[in-house]
């Protein structure tokens, strides 16, 4: 069955497009898929918010609350990392920590994605991204406040 199928399609009105792949799919593509799913739904085990600085963060739509008429949209990796960081508020995850579980990476692979990542992510949440306040740089890792 394709997923241009309307039977298809309103069997599975509950669930976000990226939540839906065509055959034939990589083990890992899956593994993936499936791993980003168990995070947006069931981070906190809990129906509890998760609030970025003083915003609220809808994990299962992400999208951040600055302004309700203007509203933050965010990528799937920024709410990933908003979640894992978020799930140890007050405390430094590492780097390292951030690309395994986040992207699923090896420790000790050279990459800026993180980095690129975190530049985008001050863009839309900090008030003057070049002083952060929400989300800080803690040694070799980051927090949020």
């Keep these: 069955v394709g997923v241009k199928d309307s039977v298809f399609l309103k069997a599975f009105s509950g669930f976000k497009e990226a939540d839906i792949f065509e055959l034939p799919l990589r083990l890992g593509a899956l593994l993936d898929r499936l791993n980003a799913v168990q995070r947006r739904v069931g981070q906190s085990g809990s129906n509890d918010p998760v609030y970025i600085g003083s915003y609220p963060l809808d994990a299962v739509q992400g999208v951040l609350v600055k ?3 203007n509203p933050v949209i965010l990528t799937e990796k920024e709410r990933d ?3 894992a960081l978020a799930a140890c508020r007050g405390e430094a995850l590492s780097r390292s920590a951030l690309l395994s579980q986040v ?3 090896a420790e ?9 990542h975190i530049y985008r992510l001050r ?3 900090e008030v003057d991204p070049a002083k952060p306040e929400i ?11």
């Design 67 to 69: 302004d309700e008429e």
């Design 81 to 83: 990392i908003l979640l």
């Design 103 to 105: 992207w699923g990476y």
């Design 108 to 116: 000790g692979l050279e990459t800026h994605t993180l980095e690129t």
């Design 123 to 125: 863009q839309k949440i």
């Design 135 to 145: 989300l800080l740089t803690d040694g070799d890792g980051y927090c949020l406040v």
